[in-house]
């Protein structure tokens, strides 16, 4: 499964003037992605394949072009990224809008009343960061391999 975490804006630009540059049919038959039918990525009033895009940015952001079934989420995950990084992704008409999957949350439970006994020596847990998109735990880099 590939992560996009690294891929930039920069990474995304340059895999749209390679687009640019073979051709929507040599570019997408180069890469193994099928034409997509809906949720494009507009670039200076031009409309290109998303995952297509996605996957070659991948490419030089790790020297390795991500395949379409190394997308988690599918499509609402490229156009997700694609929008964190400042670009304009078209719904289909009539389709609900791609919104990221939130984690579920745990039920409350009740708790105890507090004591006014203070605590001795307490020593403060470590705090987990997560996601503020998708709410999974954070690795130590600090960007969110999905969200990112």
Do not use: W
Not at 126 to 142: E, F, H, I, K, Q
């Amino acid at each position: 499964m590939a992560t996009f975490s690294a891929v930039t804006r920069t990474h995304i630009l340059q895999a749209i003037a390679e687009f640019d540059d073979r051709g929507r049919t040599n570019f997408l038959g180069l890469y193994g992605f099928e034409p997509t039918r809906g949720y494009p990525i507009v670039h200076e009033d031009q409309e290109y394949d998303s995952k297509a895009i996605l996957g070659v940015a991948h490419r030089y952001a790790t020297g390795r072009a991500a395949t379409p079934e190394e997308f988690s989420g599918g499509i609402a995950g490229a156009v997700t990224i694609l929008r964190k990084r400042g670009f304009e992704v078209l719904e289909p008409i009539g389709a609900a809008p791609v919104v990221p999957p939130k984690a579920p949350k745990a039920p409350r439970t009740r708790t105890a009343p507090r004591t006014t006994t203070p605590r001795r020596s307490a020593v403060p847990e470590p705090v987990l960061r997560m996601c503020p998109t998708c709410s999974v735990a954070l690795p130590a880099t600090g960007r969110c391999d999905d969200c990112d």
